[in-house]
């Protein structure tokens, strides 16, 4: 079955600095690739996806990009605000599937 | 608005006492699945659901049922609950399982068993 892995499983970055978590995963059928973001004491949510016909994508200061051939897949936060500080946890799915594989999560702190 | 609604909130239970978390969307959604949260470990699936009368396990289903009576609820149900089964509880659903759609999730429940 899928297995997602994800590091670091803490960062700390200066406010302004980038961000940037990674995953990579083990079912090659995989072809969605969705990140969540949760704050302390929240739900978790989706703040972005990529589906596997896309190498990038962005939402402002948010981006996502995937590599198929080595199996990985990075979320990119830039210009890091105190509001970016929470836990992100990164997913994989094939459509043929009916669950979705979460990685262990990344807890993001900004520091002022 | 638009919801999955979990109760309780939290919840402080007694070894081999049953329980029932409650989670109701009002959606229309088809899928239906509940994950718990443990430090390090991410969010594992527990139980989903495809649709009504429709459930299958997830990766961790051991000491846990569920219920698909209706299209808008999902209860979890812990016969005889654990301590290794304190956790965060989560349930989500989305429109369809069959094409990648975003989660929406439950506020979460708080679990501890003693």
């Known amino acids: 079955g899928e297995n997602v892995e994800q590091h670091p499983s803490t960062l700390s970055v200066q406010e302004g600095d980038s961000a940037v978590i990674k995953c990579t995963y083990s079912?090659?059928?995989?072809?969605?690739f969705p990140w969540y973001k949760q704050e302390l004491g929240k739900r978790p949510q989706l703040i972005i996806d990529i589906r596997s016909n896309v190498g990038e994508k962005k939402d402002q200061r948010i981006a996502v990009t995937l590599n198929k051939t080595a199996k990985h897949f990075s979320l990119h936060i830039t210009e890091t605000q105190p509001e970016d500080s929470a836990v992100y946890f990164c997913a994989a799915r094939k459509s043929s599937a009916s669950k979705i594989i979460f990685g262990s999560g990344t807890r993001l702190s900004i520091r002022p | 608005e638009a919801q999955v609604t979990q109760n309780p909130r939290y919840l402080i239970t007694v070894t081999g006492k049953k329980l029932t978390v409650t989670c109701s969307q009002n959606?229309?959604?088809?899928?239906m699945s509940w994950y718990r949260q443990d430090p390090g470990l991410g969010l594992r699936q527990i139980y989903y659901s495809m649709n009504v009368e429709v459930t299958d396990k997830g990766d961790v289903p051991e000491g846990y049922k569920v219920s698909r009576k209706e299209k808008r609820n999902f209860p979890l149900i812990l016969e005889s609950p654990s301590p290794n089964q304190t956790s965060l509880y989560f349930c989500?659903?989305?429109?369809?399982?069959?094409?990648?759609?975003?989660?929406?999730f439950g506020s979460g429940t708080q679990l501890s068993v003693l």
């Open positions: 079912d090659s059928a995989s072809n969605y």
């Open positions: 989500a659903s989305s429109p369809t399982p069959a094409t990648n759609e975003k989660l929406f």
């Open positions: 959606m229309n959604h088809e899928y």
